[in-house]
């Protein structure tokens, strides 16, 4: 069984500043990428930022680009999403994904999500 956790998310003030955690636990071997996705209601859920494990690579949307930071701590299967300078557009439900390397394949998995709500 594999698990990702997310925590994180809140209210907070436009302007302001969340730090999302997204933990990977259970059994695999390596985690090939992690992503961050979010959907607000009644919208499609949409790409946030991504980074590949085994290196370097990171890719945001342009809407984040600037004030959003994805970061990784490989020891502890966890990835972070930095969110600063927050708008009231960035309110939605934000989603942790992971690409695993499990028993031979690349397997999909899906968090449960974390609410994020800008307003003052």
């Known amino acids: 069984q594999v698990q990702l956790v997310e925590s994180g998310g809140g209210l907070v003030q436009p302007g302001g500043s969340l730090r999302l955690s997204c933990a990977a636990s259970?059994?695999?071997?390596?985690?090939?990428?992690m992503r961050w996705y979010r959907q607000a209601p009644g919208k499609q859920r949409e790409l946030v930022a991504a980074i590949i494990t085994d290196g370097d690579g990171t890719n945001y949307a342009d809407s984040v680009k600037g004030r959003f930071t994805i970061s990784r701590d490989n020891a502890k299967n966890t990835a972070y999403l930095q969110m600063n300078s927050l708008k009231p557009e960035g309110t939605a439900v934000y989603y942790c994904?992971?690409?695993?390397?499990?028993?031979?394949?690349?397997?999909?998995?899906w968090g449960q999500g974390t609410q994020v709500t800008v307003s003052s």
């Open positions: 994904y992971a690409r695993l390397w499990r028993s031979g394949y690349y397997t999909n998995y």
């Open positions: 259970g059994s695999f071997s390596s985690i090939e990428s």
